[in-house]
């Protein structure tokens, strides 16, 4: 089984020229409302690549909450570990330009009302992946890497935003999931290179993996070294990219999967959602990324 605990938003979409530059005011496009969430992507993009698949977080009791909802409900997602709290539903604001770059505002909200004991014990044996993210209370964070690690869980922390943990849980983790930005925040933190073996060797403990964009993704193991090329395609709208990969790699790791058969379904399955507008409502099923694995690394672009 896989569990997310993390943050669900409702995502407010404009699409505009350019992204806009300190003090301008762009005209977008008209506003689209999306699910969203690093916890409730991860989430979407593993139940919808065949995994089973529950998520402890929190949403507010308000207009928002429902919204943000509806894609977990029809991806089969169990949120019976949900919690609903007194305060506004986390949201996003998110400018995508005709690139595809984006730029994205996070209020929190209720997110930071998640916490570690909604997840029970039981969830965190050795059969389960437990996949997180920093959108949600440090604290709550840290406190439950430590009871996953003391009870067998497998352990994917995906460092985004980058916002400080404490090393000994970022030592307690199985996989540590970056993008190059985060990467080299954590690598000023430890005083060490920002590539995924000096991370690791300055950790310890967890395979380090580092998206890279259009130069693919690099993972130091305990085995050596991995590098997984990009799928070459148009994008669209990066948006939830990472979580896709994030999502899918747990789902793939899930199964059985070798790190780097996972990273190839992760990439295949982040490249697929680069090509198309949104949020939740841009992840791939297993379906289509089984088809893009079956052509190989060729262009493609969005049917």
């Known amino acids: 089984m896989i569990l997310v605990f993390g943050s669900i938003n409702l995502d407010l979409i404009v699409p505009v020229p350019a992204l806009p530059a300190p003090g301008q005011t762009v005209l977008g496009e008209a506003l689209r409302t999306e699910p969203g969430g ?24 308000d207009a928002f909450a429902e919204p943000a909802l509806a ?81 067998g869980a497998r352990i994917i922390l995906s460092l985004a935003p980058p916002e400080p943990l404490a090393r000994a849980a970022l030592e307690a983790v199985d996989v540590l999931l970056l993008n190059e930005g985060e990467a080299a925040a954590l690598a000023a933190m430890l005083g060490t290179a920002d590539g995924p073996a000096a991370l690791r060797a300055a950790l310890g403990r967890p395979s380090v993996i580092v998206t890279r964009g259009e130069k693919g993704a690099e993972a130091a193991t305990e085995e050596g070294s991995l590098h997984q090329p990009a799928f070459p395609i148009t994008p669209r709208d990066t948006t939830a990219a990472g979580d896709t990969f994030a999502g899918v790699l747990a789902a793939a790791l899930d199964r ?32 289509e990324t089984d088809a893009l694995l079956a052509r190989g690394v060729t262009a493609f672009t969005a049917p």
Do not use: F, H, Y
């Open 71 to 151: 894609t977990l409900r029809s991806a089969g997602v169990d949120l019976s570990r949900l919690a609903a709290v007194p305060v506004a539903t986390g949201a996003a604001a998110i400018c995508v330009d005709p690139e595809g770059r984006n730029q994205i505002a996070v209020a929190p909200g209720a997110n930071l009302s998640a916490k570690a004991a909604q997840v029970a014990d039981g969830d965190l044996g050795p059969r389960t992946t437990l996949v997180l993210q920093r959108e949600v209370s440090r604290q709550e964070t840290e406190a439950l890497i430590a009871r996953a690690r003391g009870l």
């Open 256 to 287: 059985g999967a070798s790190l780097r058969d996972a990273m190839r379904r992760a990439a295949a399955a982040a490249a697929l959602t680069c090509t198309r507008p949104g949020s939740q409502g841009s992840i791939p099923d297993a379906a």
């Open 38 to 61: 690093k916890g409730g992507n991860q989430a979407v993009a593993a139940a919808r690549d065949g995994a089973r698949v529950a998520m402890a977080g929190a949403v507010g009791e």
